[in-house]
């Protein structure tokens, strides 16, 4: 099986050992995104800004790698604070359409660089 390393400029560039996305076959393997401007590489603010620049950079993955949010068949997501789970649905709800892609919401310690929401993401294209 042949992988493909998809990259965006319009998301965050990799800080470590690992690539944007990965294409095996017709499925995305799509790194966690953190809320990093990707202009700036800077974290932006506040835990709402920070959710919709994490789906933002998702989105900005899934369109260099030929698919869209509506492609996206699994999401996980990891808060470092559960309370902020109503938060996240009302902005995912900005985002996708149904049927809904399948979910985990996890609370976790910490996240890189002192994010409050990082996501990863699986597409299948068509």
């Known amino acids: 099986m042949t992988k493909t390393v998809i990259n965006s400029d319009k998301a965050p560039a990799a800080i470590g050992t690992y690539s944007q996305a990965i294409k095996a076959g017709n499925t995305v393997y799509m790194s966690g995104q953190i809320p990093l401007d990707p202009k700036t590489m800077e974290l932006v603010e506040g835990f709402e800004a920070q959710t919709v620049q994490v789906f933002e ?47 985990a919401a996890i609370g976790v310690a910490a996240l890189p660089r002192g994010s409050q929401v990082e996501m990863d993401a699986i597409l299948v294209l068509e």
């Open 57 to 103: 950079n998702l989105k900005a993955v899934a369109e260099a790698a030929g698919g869209s949010f509506k492609d996206i068949v699994k999401l996980n997501i990891f808060l470092t604070d559960l309370s902020h789970f109503a938060k996240v649905n009302e902005v995912m709800g900005r985002y996708f359409e149904q049927p809904y892609p399948a979910r």
